[in-house]
């Protein structure tokens, strides 16, 4: 049973981390080219992204600094940082390494070749622009193993373990995003200068952008793109694959099919994550934002219990 739990635990972490590296190869590659666009102290643009990911103070003390090229360099190879692409990816990689005689053959020659390709880069990939060819290819890489995933692994309780990682993973990044957002926009607007609402509405488009939801936020919505109706979307749209409630979908989805394997095991997890989506399928933004009812931090919360359950019922030893 503990050598179960322990395959259970790796494919789990394979799906969190993966999905982890595309996530922050998608902030960053926004962040960086609005940036460009986007005159104003780098503190000021880049402090959120830093509050999102973790890391200022060991970034201040590793470089001495925050501009643009510091925050690349951390987010993208720095293995100081357990959430930067590589460390994501070298992660990944470490957890399907023991793994090798049960996964396809396919699904670890992705994850390796993409070790070896994006995992020993430096900052040389800034001083000759490379930076968006070295997070599209962080993006594709991600979706390219998911899509062997997708093509090859049995549906099995090894398959629900790595969809359920990968789907916490993408809800909480969703929320976090979200929840920065609204804090960055809160102070630019008690700025109250035009410099300020030109940011604040540039980072709106930002968070679709690097949820790649811009498109399909515009073929959904007609009305332009306001925080009320970009955070509709992020949050509850039951189609969007990126929002916050297709997420929590899925996660419930993938938790019930490892339950059938263990019936009536562990009931709590079942209940936590239908909880979860039962808040995301009758909440209103409205509430969410302003009575917090349920709120991002208790939404934040509750994927996080989610979390915290599967690993006590799972992988850790009784």
């Keep these: 049973m503990l050598l179960l739990s322990r395959l259970a635990e790796n494919l789990f972490w394979i799906g969190r981390y993966v999905e982890r590296a595309e996530n922050t190869a998608r902030l ?16 000021e643009y ?3 992204l830093l509050e999102l990911t973790g890391g200022e103070a060991q970034l201040r003390a590793k470089y001495g600094r925050l501009d643009a090229r510091s925050v690349s360099s ?12 590589a460390s994501s990816l070298a992660s990944a990689r470490e957890n399907a390494r ?7 053959s396919e699904m ?12 020993f ?13 070295y997070c599209a290819a962080a993006r594709d890489a991600s979706q390219f193993f998911f899509g062997i995933a997708f093509a090859t692994l049995p549906r099995d309780e090894g398959w629900s373990f790595m969809r359920a990682g990968q789907m916490l993973e993408r809800g909480d990044n969703t929320l976090r995003v979200l929840q920065s957002r609204f804090k960055d926009a809160d102070a630019l607007a008690a700025r109250g200068d035009p410099a300020g609402r030109a940011l604040q509405d540039q980072r709106w488009v930002s968070t679709l952008k690097g949820a790649s939801a811009n498109e399909a936020y515009r073929k959904r919505v007609q009305t332009g793109i306001t925080p009320m109706r970009v955070t509709e979307f992020l949050l509850l749209d039951e189609y969007f694959p990126r929002s916050a409630r297709y997420s929590a979908m899925n996660l419930s989805e993938a938790l019930e099919q490892i339950d059938r394997h ?17 808040r995301l399928q009758y909440a209103r933004v409205h509430d969410i934002i302003e009575k ?24 850790e030893e009784e």
Excluded: K
Aim: proline share 6%; glycine share 6%; with cysteine.
């Design 262 to 278: 263990h019936p009536g095991a562990h009931p709590e997890i079942l209940r936590l994550s239908r909880w979860l989506v039962a």
């Design 108 to 119: 670890w020659e992705s994850l390796n070749r993409s070790y070896l390709t994006l995992c």
């Design 292 to 315: 917090e009812d349920p709120g991002l931090e208790t939404l934040v919360q509750d994927f996080n219990r989610v979390g915290a359950a599967i690993t006590s019922a799972y992988f």
């Design 28 to 43: 960053l590659n926004v962040n960086y080219y609005a940036g460009l666009e986007i005159s104003g102290r780098a503190r």
């Design 46 to 48: 880049w402090t959120p």
């Design 98 to 104: 023991g793994l090798r005689d049960r996964l396809p």
């Design 121 to 133: 880069e430096n900052v040389d990939v800034l001083d000759r622009d490379g930076l968006f060819e």
């Design 74 to 85: 951390w987010m993208a190879f720095d293995r100081d940082n357990p959430s930067s692409i």
